[in-house]
């Protein structure tokens, strides 16, 4: 089992719908986490981070966290086709000292 | 207010050839990491070091070694360099193991 678990996609979007994105990780004792977006050819640029149970929003954006199932989802309402982009879940594994470590990324492509 | 600096930003290799990847950072951060990231994947983290003087093995060590050389500085040597090595590397950093990290702009290795 991978430490940090993301569908791969493509997920399809229609331009100004929701897009869900959904993370799981195997370490129950983690307590940060991150979502980083990723255009082609670019470093990865951190978008939210979440560290208590519930919702956090930033703008169009919302990350939420459920420890006791283990998973962290992020949700893009009113998609653009400029969130067009690969997004990276991370978690700093307690278990691992901390130690950053990401998903393979879920792939979002917003259609006009 | 760079960041975090990497260089160079492409390399071609010859297989067997050496070199160092260097990276710096500027934000007073006590941890840096280094990740390689090949097509349709996720970050691969290499080497992790939590604080000034300690660095610790990742998912994927074999063929690398790293020096944190200060509290700004932590490189990436490849010894005999294999074209299974053809990668982006990104070095990133953050305040502490579980906060948010910062990426550097990456190095695109290529070795032939």
């Known amino acids: 089992q991978k430490e940090v678990e993301q569908n791969s996609g493509p997920l399809s979007v229609p331009e100004g719908a929701i897009a869900s994105l959904n993370c799981t990780y195997s370490?129950?004792?983690?307590?940060?986490f991150f979502w980083y977006r990723q255009y082609s050819g670019k470093s990865p640029e951190l978008i939210m981070f979440?560290?208590?149970?519930g919702d956090k929003e930033d703008g169009r954006f919302t990350a939420q966290l459920n420890k006791a199932s283990q998973y962290v989802s992020l949700l893009i309402r009113d998609s653009q086709p400029s969130d067009s982009a690969t997004y990276l879940c991370?978690?700093?594994?307690?278990?691992?000292?901390?130690?950053?470590?990401f998903g393979g990324g879920t792939r979002v492509l917003v259609k006009p | 207010n760079a960041g975090v600096t990497q260089t160079p930003k492409f390399q071609v290799l010859k297989t067997g050839q050496s070199m160092t990847l260097q990276c710096a950072q500027d934000?007073?951060?006590?941890?840096m990491y280094w990740y390689r990231q090949d097509p349709g994947m996720g970050l691969r983290l290499i080497y992790y070091?939590?604080?000034?003087?300690?660095?610790d093995k990742g998912e994927v060590p074999n063929g690398y070694n790293v020096s944190r050389l200060n509290k700004r500085e932590f490189s990436l040597r490849l010894e005999s360099a294999a074209p299974s090595q053809t990668s982006v590397y990104f070095c990133?950093?953050?305040?502490?193991?579980?906060?948010?990290?910062?990426f550097g702009q990456g190095t695109r290795l290529t070795v032939v």
């Open positions: 070091s939590a604080s000034e003087g300690t660095t």
């Open positions: 991370a978690v700093a594994i307690k278990a691992a000292g901390n130690k950053l470590t």
């Open positions: 990133a950093s953050s305040l502490r193991g579980n906060t948010e990290a910062f």
């Open positions: 979440i560290y208590s149970n």
């Open positions: 934000m007073n951060h006590n941890s």
């Open positions: 370490d129950r004792g983690s307590q940060s």
